[in-house]
């Protein structure tokens, strides 16, 4: 099909393809155009969007320099932990624990992080709000917790409940036995184990202990014997009077 001349204003005629090539060749976007290397065409649309370019290359800075000041996320572990004060001798529900996430390194042998584990048992330290929770703070076989091999939780009953007062997990004690029925008869006291470590008091009263085994625990500590110290102790308290002497370490 010929191509047709067109009239231009000045009376000029020029041929619609002879006008379009000469358009095509002042933009840069003619078939000539797609023949120019890639390195040549690259710089070409370089010096047309210089400011463009630049923000490319600093958004591009900026966000590798966030990257690599941005921590990478730490891994964590869950633990439970009091919800609130807990005094000693409380007997520990769902409510009293928070699950908490806190780095492995935070957690070691003895913590508990299932709450099913410690629910329905009972305190034998108190713990601060936020405190993680600990086997060997329960009243359990947990309470033996760095005691040499062979050590039992021996549980007493003091003669003198309000004595219990003054004494609290970790210290020292001397358990005596005397066989005096009251003032006006008196006996000899024995000396049945020496600083032995307290490991729970009831120094709140009439707690439950499920551990325990028993609904009252008024007058009652638990200690850490030897095999034995175990045997002179047990039964001890229907021998005569049982009291406590704090010491200190020897």
Same mark, same amino acid.
């Given at each position: ?52 370019? =630049? /923000?490319?290359?600093?958004?591009? *800075?900026? &966000?590798?320099?966030? !990257?690599?000041?941005? %921590?990478?996320? $730490?891994?964590? +572990? ?73 050590? =039992? /939780?021996?549980?007493?009953?003091? *003669?003198? &409940?309000?004595?219990? !007062?003054?004494?609290? %997990?970790?210290? $020292?004690?001397? +358990? ?75």
């Amino acid at each position: 099909m010929p191509i047709l001349p067109r009239r231009r204003r000045d009376g000029l005629w020029f041929p619609g393809n002879v006008r379009n090539a000469g358009r095509a060749h002042h933009t840069g976007r003619g078939p000539g155009n797609r023949n120019r290397p890639l390195h040549s065409r690259f710089a070409g649309w370089l010096s047309r969007n210089r400011r463009l370019a =630049a /923000a490319l290359l600093f958004c591009a *800075a900026a &966000a590798i320099a966030v !990257q690599q000041l941005t %921590p990478a996320p $730490l891994a964590t +572990v869950t633990a439970l932990a009091a919800a609130r004060d807990l005094p000693a001798g409380t007997a520990v529900t769902a409510a009293d624990l928070d699950r908490v996430l806190v780095p492995p390194g935070m957690v070691a042998d003895g913590f508990l992080q299932d709450g099913a584990a410690a629910t329905g048992k009972q305190l034998a330290a108190p713990l601060r709000k936020g405190q993680l929770l600990t086997d060997a703070q329960l009243l359990g076989p947990g309470l033996l917790a760095g005691t040499p091999p062979g050590s =039992a /939780a021996v549980p007493l009953r003091m *003669a003198d &409940a309000s004595s219990i !007062q003054l004494v609290s %997990p970790g210290q $020292l004690v001397n +358990v005596v036995l005397t066989s005096a029925n009251g003032f006006d008869q008196q006996g000899p006291s024995e000396v049945l184990a020496s600083a032995v470590p307290v490991l729970w008091t009831s120094n709140k009263g009439g707690q439950t202990g499920q551990w325990l085994g028993t609904t009252e625990t008024d007058g009652l500590i638990v200690v850490a014997a030897t095999a034995e110290q175990s045997s002179r102790l047990a039964g001890a308290s229907t021998q005569g009077r049982l009291f406590f002497v704090l010491v200190g370490q020897p």
